[in-house]
């Protein structure tokens, strides 16, 4: 694991041992990076099953003001603790020990991009209804959920929609806006 663009472009990231943690390819990495372009310059990121945090150190590198992490196990907090560290991103960042659902209910955070990885077994809907629902979207923002191939992406969860779909091996990236957009 690596970091594939912008200041940290070339830094390692520690992984997580053992296949509880799942980290998002470099390969897909790369590609929702390639989708989102220059979005991520200056905006407030969520990466939420944060794992090692490869994700939102990727956003922090290409630009992102702030990344906030949250997982809700202690041995991925400190993964992104430590990979934060190795890249020297710690001012722009957040950690946050929490259950997504738990953190959705109580954040007041405003994000710009949402990168949710759930694992593969959880069901995609009533996740994006939870962001939605939250308040924490800005009125531009993107909702990005990677999830297995053979797991249909919902074409809506409350005001969002889906908008695009990409498929890297047995990975989708599912893209999402509020449908009036």
Known sequence: MKVSGGTGRGRKLKAPGGSRVRPTSDKVKQAL????????????FLDLFAGAGGIGIEAI???????????????????????????GFEARAQVVQADALAFLRRSGGSFDIVFLDPPYADDLLPLLEAVAAAGILKPEAIVVAEHFKKQPSPQSAGPLALYREATYGDTVLAFYTFSSQ
């Open 33 to 44: 990076f390639n989708i989102l372009g220059d979005r991520p310059e200056g905006a407030v």
């Open 61 to 87: 590198s290409r630009g992102a003001a702030q990344a906030v992490f949250v997982d809700a196990s202690k041995d991925s907090i400190r993964l992104v603790r430590d990979n934060l560290t190795m890249t």
